[in-house]
């Protein structure tokens, strides 16, 4: 794959027809070892995020073991990994993905009704009836806080019910765990600290010994519209609320990052083929890796990269349209870009490494990318520490 200084040095070289997804690996290595060195357990990649086999492997050099995958066709790639421990978190799955998963070595499973928790015990049983390795995880619901996208109305048990799903899996699980989401892009720690006060109160009322304990994923990146707590509150929010639990020193913890160790990793470029007035109509949009700019209110951050511009040039809020003919392929942003800009320029939008090439699709004959790698640095980033010691780092050897 080409590997270009920036995308600007990208536009320089060559003006691509199609939009570009650019990869910055090394952003997504970074924000794997920043979470190695501040979570005390098991980090498990939230494939679904970006099953991109560069920032996969950038991950995976890093040292990810672990990954939170939904779907049999994500436990089917992911099992390709050397070593790769697979952690099949979909709280509601089919039998036949159930069976499939535990011929292919998965052991551990989430749940969150007594049906499903049967389903898994009918499709994993040996000949006498029972499986002895299971690592089951109940998923609880807990209340969402600052959370961009709030998960708690899909999934989760809580109350009277989650108490005797604990019992009961307890009798059947050869290590039982508990385990929650805050929705994704949390942008305060509150979250946290809400999910393990009523994690406390489920296990004293339960009684049960806990084994494992995954505090799921939400952990947040940077927007042009949303500015989260530092990382490091985070974890201590999470650590200080593991100390209040009734378990044993022991318990082995899990976390299951997806955002936060990918958004930075990849930008779109894309190019302006017409403009109106505030209104930007570029090569690809809501079809494409700007479906949470266009139904998620994601602001991403963005700027020109086919010109140079002087430092004090009059900035403008532009909205996007993307290039198919319906109109909600539309990104109300407002994205701040020069307001020189014109057709024929080319925009780099960042942080798009999450959930952007994963909900991309070929809606009206567009979607299809090139891509690329880019060497430096993302336009935000939750990783300022980490980048300004990479500032002084090797050269790299570029494609010009």
Known sequence: MERYRSAAALIA???PDKPVLALRPHAAGRAARW?????????AYAYKANSSVFLIGALYGAGIRHFDVASLPEIEDAATIPDAEL????PVKARSAIRRAYQLGVRSFSLDSEDELQKI???TSGPDGSARDLQLYVRVAVPAINSLIPLEHKFGIAGEPATRLLVKTRQVAAELGITFHVGSQTTTPDAYVHALKAVRELIVHAGVVLDRLDV?????????NSEPAPMDAFMKAIREGIEQLPVREDVRLMCEPGRSLVSEAESLIVRVDARRGRHLYINDGAYGTLFDAAHLGFVYPSRLVSRAVDADASMSAFELWGPTCDSIDHMPGPFL??????????IEIGNVGAYGRALAGHFNGYGTYEEVILLDEPQMTMYEAEVAQAAGGSVHKLRQ
């Open 35 to 43: 979470f190695a060195r501040n979570f005390e357990g098991d980090i």
């Open 87 to 90: 952690h099949f978190m979909h």
């Open 216 to 224: 799921g994923g939400g952990f947040p990146s940077r927007y042009a």
């Open 121 to 123: 015990i009918d499709e």
């Open 337 to 346: 870009l020069p307001a020189c800009i014109a057709e024929g320029d080319y």
């Open 13 to 15: 070289a060559r003006r």
